[in-house]
């Protein structure tokens, strides 16, 4: 089992980025997918979410008109779009795929950083 998150980097504030995470080893339609982040010193904090069957989406509060979640069963991929980043945007950001049963897999992380 693999969850491998793309497209972190350094933007500047206002700027946007797309995260990617690539899945492989689980049925990833059967999966809801999660983003979460945390930042130094900070608990991980659940950012987006999309069910597996009805695609349902939910977000923070801190991201919500900002963030988009998406996925691509085809090619058992989730996304992140963010936009009009702020400097406390800035985190590690996590894929996240969890299954009703309770089986649950996370990727490595990739570091976002929001500075002028």
């Known amino acids: 089992v693999q969850l491998v998150e793309f497209g972190g980097g350094l933007v500047q504030p206002g700027g946007s980025l797309r995260l990617s995470c690539a899945a492989s080893?689980?049925?990833?339609?059967?999966?809801?997918m999660r983003w979460f982040r945390q930042a130094p010193g900070k608990e991980r904090e659940l950012v987006a979410s999309?069910?597996?069957?009805?695609?349902?989406?939910l977000y923070s509060d801190s991201v919500k008109g900002r963030f988009t979640i998406s996925r691509d069963d085809a090619k058992n991929a989730v996304y992140l779009q963010l936009n009009n980043l702020k400097f406390e945007d800035s985190a590690v950001y996590y894929c996240?795929?969890?299954?009703?049963?309770?089986?649950?897999?996370w990727g490595q992380g990739t570091q976002v950083t929001v500075s002028s």
């Open positions: 080893g689980f049925v990833f339609s059967t999966f809801a």
């Open positions: 996240n795929a969890i299954h009703f049963s309770g089986t649950e897999y």
């Open positions: 999309i069910g597996s069957v009805d695609g349902d989406t």
